[in-house]
């Protein structure tokens, strides 16, 4: 029994069952998307098809496997599991809180760009918590006032003394300072 059409109003939408194919962008490899058993609904006066959300999610996942990019769902489960919330996620990725949450909730994709950091996240977490206190602009002041407070902390903080276990002598405090210039002068080439 045919419906109304929402688009054209005739009374020409039908319900379509089978093997649905869509065309695609020439970005996405692979040629036309071909989904099996699946039902939808195709207007015969205006060619406009209905396409329920479970066919929708189907083409979309054939989409994000033939671009090599992760699904919304690898994303969701990616930042579970650094235990960061979506607005830390954006801001490490350098992203807009917004822009993140649509790449999670499949309603945008992803560059290749992005989804590469998004895989590099998974794999080395610590290498961005490393690039982000690079970044920061008291990097050095923290780290002399640090150094410079290590005689203070050590007789009366039980954390510094774990730390350091022993007075750090003057020459360790050179040595680690030298290493310290070292790496700061690595990162500004």
Known sequence: MPYACPICGQQTLEDQSGTFVMAVPSGIPGGDIRIADANWQSCSSCAEQIIPDD???????????????????????????????AVEMAQILGAGDKSYTRWENG??????????LIRLIEQHPELFADINARRSPDRESLIQSYFQSLSTFKGSNHFAIAAHGEPLSSAACESI????????????T
Do not use: F
Not at 177 to 188: I, P, T, V
């Open 177 to 188: 300072r030298r290493r310290l210039l070292e790496l700061a002068g690595a990162n500004q």
């Open 55 to 85: 066919l929708s999610k189907a083409i979309e996942q054939v989409r994000y496997r033939r671009s090599g990019l992760l699904s919304p769902d690898q994303i969701r489960q990616i930042r579970a599991r650094t235990g960061l919330s």
């Open 107 to 116: 309603k945008s994709v992803q560059n290749k760009a992005t989804d590469t």
